[in-house]
């Protein structure tokens, strides 16, 4: 898996190694394709898991002042582990699969989205809570009719963050196998004589995927808070 | 779980610490690399950031380098500069770490000098200090909380970032980890793992009483507040 590495120190003399190489791309189209599938299916999942889980766990954070402590301090302790190690304590569970990878994502997509999530719902002026509950609004109806809107920029902040970084983390699953454009960096460039050519698509293509899933993300806010824009235009 | 206990008994032999290439040689090695990236990151850091911070300029631009340097992979950085002619020496993963180094310090240190109570600064100025004497005997001190926030999250992030060098054959804490999953041996990559985490840990809590030591005014307990570079980023981005 990784010891290519280690034993790939021989005939680097006098092979060309430019540092670009698209036909290099065309060549191995169809061994990088499925990484970087992959690299996106674990983005994906793990974002989706880490909104899933950290949207209610915000919401019980926002009732309770010591529950909130005491998230946000777990998630904190969370982060303090290394990305290689965290990879390495859920390994023994789940083996050398994408779901370890996953795992170790979603617990460090939860750091910044239940941290943003809620200081999105935290952001909500009491007046309009107090205006609504005058309205006759119940506790379901003002959450999503009133704070979920209101929230929603701290919210689409925190899901933006989360992704570019775990668009970036999802690399270092290559220690099990898994590590999508990782992968291409490890395996087909430094463990094949160093060759340069995989090692920079597998970076660029990590940058092209964050800022594409963040543009995407940014138009997925603007599509769902139209007021904001009204607002300017008026 | 068996592998823990399996991880407990490596981790209580004696001659994995002190034998060739054992714990204590790995951790010396990974402390030198990440002791001297950081080094290599505060110089580059701190001067620019002391400097944009005191004449209130250049928040968007800092805002989008640690935006930037958010997506991309540390793996990816430490191997482009080992593949470079700087080569398999110790000073491609240093680099590389200085490189993640600089964002958080520069954000914070911005953030912190910036933050600083404009009246302070004409009160200082009236009192007839120079640029510099406001920067360092007005500015600095009030900053330091923010500053000291910065340094902490880049040092505890390039302790546990170290480990990746592991991967490219420099020999860190991470070599542990990988030597384990190349045994299949579960037991030492928990060990390995524990071993890096309470490194990072110790870092945290040894910048954080430095941190509250160097902080001037009403000392506050240490370690009350904890805050990472994305929490921190994450402040600003929603701020905007």
Known sequence: ???????????????PNPWFDVSWVGDNWSTIMPLVGQHVRLTV??????????????????????????????????????SLAMFAFIAPFTGLSETTVAIGLVLYSLVVLVRNFLAGLQAVPE??????RGMGYGAGRMLLRVELPLALPGIMAGLRIATVSTVALVTVGVIVGQGGLGQVIIVNGFGANYYRPPIVFGTLGCV??????????????????????????? | ?????????????????????????????????????????????????IWLGHRGRGGAFLLGLSNVSRAVPTLAILTIFAVTSIGFT????????????????????????????RDVVEAARAMG?????????????????????GIRTAAVQVVATATLA????????????????????YGIVVAGALLVAALAMATDALLGTLSWAVTPGQKRVPFGRVRSRRAEAAGVATAR
Do not use: C, K
């Not at chain 1, 898996?1 to 092979?15: F, I, R």
């Not at chain 1, 995407?216 to 235009?233: C, D, I, K, S, Y």
């Not at chain 2, 823990?4 to 010396?28: C, K, Q």
């Not at chain 2, 120079?130 to 000291?148: D, I, K, N, Y």
């Open chain 1, 1 to 15: 898996m990784l010891s290519a590495a280690s034993g790939a120190v021989l005939a680097a003399d006098a092979a």
């Open chain 1, 45 to 82: 999942v793990s974002v989706v898991i880490g909104a899933l889980i950290a949207f209610p766990l915000a919401l019980l954070a926002r009732r309770a002042r010591g529950l909130a402590a005491a998230v946000l301090g777990l998630s904190t302790f969370v982060y303090t582990i290394p």
């Open chain 1, 127 to 132: 007046e309009v809570r107090e205006a609504a």
């Open chain 1, 208 to 234: 092209v995927l964050a800022l594409v899933a963040d543009q995407l993300l940014a138009v997925v806010e603007r599509l769902l808070t139209p007021w904001t824009r009204q607002g300017v235009a008026a």
């Open chain 2, 1 to 49: 779980m068996n592998a823990f206990s399996d991880a407990f008994l490596y981790l209580n032999d004696p001659f994995n610490w002190t034998g060739p290439r054992g714990i204590l040689y790995l951790a010396g090695q990974h402390l030198q690399i990440a002791g001297l990236a950081m080094l290599i990151g505060l110089v580059v850091a701190l001067p620019p950031a």
């Open chain 2, 90 to 117: 110790i000073w491609a993963p240093v680099i590389a770490l200085a490189v993640f180094a600089v964002p958080p310090v520069l954000a914070n240190t911005y953030v912190g000098f910036r933050e600083v109570d």
């Open chain 2, 129 to 149: 200090m120079s640029g510099r004497q406001v920067v360092f005997r007005a500015e600095l001190p009030l900053a330091l909380p923010l500053v000291m926030t």
């Open chain 2, 166 to 185: 592991s991967l490219l054959g420099n020999p860190t804490l991470g070599t542990v980890i990988r030597s384990g999953f190349g045994r299949q041996d």
